[in-house]
């Protein structure tokens, strides 16, 4: 069975940096895509991120230049590092296994507020 676990989340000001982790288990995560989406509330999910397998990145515009994914396959987790974080970064941040975020975990908040 597949599992997704996320952590790191928080409550930080605005300008403020955080790393957000999701550990894999239950499928060959060194061959499969990964990806972050969020969720702000009232909202449907935002794909935000993706790295591929052989390290192929995309960003979102609303975050690129900001956040920064990363992987490492020996650990079976992907990293998500938030810089310079705004009040509209406000959401539940998800890992996933596709775009949608159909397959992901349960999430970690990330609130930003002066």
């Known amino acids: 069975e597949e599992h997704l676990v996320e952590s790191g989340g928080g409550l930080l000001q605005p300008g403020r940096s955080l790393t957000l982790t999701c550990l894999a288990s239950?499928?060959?995560?060194?061959?499969?895509?990964m990806y972050w989406v969020r969720q702000a509330p009232g909202e449907g999910l935002e794909w935000i991120s993706r790295?591929?397998?052989?390290?192929?990145?995309t960003y979102a515009e609303s975050v690129k230049g900001r956040f920064t994914i990363s992987r490492d396959n020996a650990k079976n987790t992907v990293y998500l590092q938030l810089s310079n974080l705004k009040t509209e970064d406000t959401a539940m941040y998800y890992c996933a296994r596709d775009r949608e975020g159909r397959v992901r975990g349960q999430g970690t908040q990330v609130t930003v507020s002066s």
């Open positions: 790295i591929g397998n052989i390290i192929k990145i």
């Open positions: 239950g499928f060959d995560f060194s061959r499969a895509p």
